[in-house]
């Protein structure tokens, strides 16, 4: 349990997440927690959801809080951070979850030695699954950034990561969600094609795959010989991997996760 002050300045899908994992774990009261945003209508639900402190104002949550979460779109922080680069509070660690945000950038536009964590979450952390890789300035402490993980591990995994992988992250895990459901699509249609009622074929579909991670993560064995122990000699599962090979299906991977990445570059980089 922390004993500081949370603060949200943004409190939509990927804000309520944080929120909602940080009060299920423990590691805040709502009490503790401060949120804004620019809807009342966002904020009423948020309010009403978690019962934490909501306000119009994102001066009065820079004010009060001692890790601040900037959960605004990218296209907000040139607009936002001059309105509460004079709020903070001194020792304050902000937490930058904005692609394309580079941690040069938001140090330029506070204008000022801040405590900065950029962080790349994905949206599996509305259902307490969430990838997050963390970036810590040269400002933050070994401490502090135990203290930030603490919080992004309370709705998914997280790992400490150069900002020089940040652009590999986004390919790999920040949208990497949305492969996946069309690779999910992909087998219901099949399935479907099959016979398969819709909704079955997606209830299947999904937990081969959620079953086909949790291998991955708690086996520690190589995807390979995850795949191999499948595939039986002249069985079905070599007779898909074959077909798969033969549309070029890894290479389709990834030469969109690498377009991914690029995009990611270009927009950090203003291109």
Known sequence: MTD????????GNMGSAIIGG????????????????????????????????????????????????LAVKPGKFAEVIPQIS??????????????????????????????????????PALVGEAMSALCPNNHISEAELKEIEALFSCFGKAEVVPESLIDAVVGVSGSSPAYVYLFIEAMADAAVADGMPRAQAYKFAAQSVYGAAKMVLETGEHPGVLKDAVCSPGGTTI????????CGFRDAVITAQRACSQKSRDMSSGS
């Open 86 to 123: 004079g709020q903070i509070k001194s020792g304050c660690i902000i937490v930058s979850i904005a692609a394309g945000q580079t941690i040069a950038s938001i140090e330029k536009l506070f204008g000022r030695e801040i405590k900065l964590v950029r962080a790349m979450p994905n949206t």
């Open 22 to 69: 940080i009060l299920d774990a423990a590691l805040a009261t709502p009490g503790q927690m401060i949120a804004s945003a620019h809807s009342p209508a966002t904020l009423e639900k948020v309010k009403g959801r978690f019962s934490i402190e909501t306000t119009l104002s994102n001066e009065t949550v820079a004010k009060r809080s001692d890790i601040l979460f």
């Open 4 to 11: 500081k002050t949370i603060g949200f300045i943004g409190a």
């Open 239 to 246: 007779e898909a991997v074959a077909a798969l090979e033969r």
